[in-house]
């Protein structure tokens, strides 16, 4: 029974470390396939729909007799959360990883526990006393998220590994100044997106903790929450694309990204946060994301321009 005991209390740990190896995995690839021209509106649209497919049945089958009754209070509830967690949050992550780096993009979602736990504590989601030792580790893991996010941002050193060839091409100064402030002003749209991504996930993130309470079967929450998505992205990119083209996946990477991030990353994965949010609350789970920068350095190292 001990053992039981023990293994149910590590269950939200385990499947945090599990959700961040995924998103290492994922943030990589989708780095790749964004580079080679697949769109991003098109992308979650698409990854939401495989998700979608995944776990409709699963949902259906498992949930078939304990599944709550749909109201319009948790049908509101559920448009907000696929607009936060998944249309609004991805998108912002897509383009802020569009104009910067995997391992930036990756590591400014140290943000995320910083906003959730500020947010929470405003909304007093969360309890905060000074006067005992919990309260204040709460302020200073808070303080040091925020201060790693600014060191890497302010500060740019040199490359430890992937060093950049020398280019051939000698080109006059105006042409440095001139990419240099390209660079500069990319990075900065890149960064504000991240940010911007970093807020929604910390709405979706309370937001759900709201939503479990209310609608908690695991399997269907989550299967709405990405039908409803993908539903916000494809009416958003046939409003924006005209083209029918963009639909069509013709690269391997592009197709590749879509069934890896739609069947695990979102499948697997938004699972994986859901059942921690419903187990330990908003800012426990928020507090992973740092690890998830340590798998994406291990699997490339890339440094700001």
Known sequence: MWGMARLDEW????????FDIISAVTTALLKKALQEGLDRLVLITLRQLV????????????????????????????????????????????YGLQYTTATFAITFTNMAPVLT?????????????????????????????????????????VALTHQVEPSSVTLSPDHHAA?????????????????????CFSFWLLLQSKLTKKYPALYSNTAYMFLIS?????????????????????RPMEIVAVLYTGVVASGIGYLLLTYCVEKRGPVF???????????VARHRSVHPP
């Not at 269950?11 to 599990?18: E, F, G, H, N």
């Not at 749209?189 to 991240?194: I, P, Q, Y």
């Open 117 to 157: 736990f500020l947010i929470a504590v405003l909304l007093r989601v969360e309890s905060l006393n000074m006067k005992n030792k919990a309260g204040a580790a709460k302020i200073i893991g808070t303080l040091m998220s925020f201060a790693g996010v600014m060191l890497l941002t302010l500060y740019k050193g």
């Open 51 to 94: 998700a979608t497919i995944f776990l409709a049945p699963i949902a259906y089958f498992k949930e078939r007799r304990t599944r709550p009754k749909l109201t319009l209070e948790i049908l509101v509830y559920l448009f907000f959360s696929a607009a936060f967690g998944a249309a609004l949050s991805q998108y912002t992550f897509f």
């Open 230 to 250: 993908s539903l916000q992205g494809g009416g958003l990119t046939a409003a924006i694309q005209r083209r029918a083209s963009v639909w069509i996946l013709t």
């Open 179 to 199: 990419a240099a402030e390209s660079s500069k002003k990319s990075w900065t749209l890149g960064t504000v997106a991240l940010l911007a991504n970093c807020l």
């Open 285 to 295: 789970t928020a507090a992973f994301s740092p690890l998830s920068q340590i798998f």
């Open 11 to 18: 269950k939200p740990v385990i499947a945090m470390l599990v």
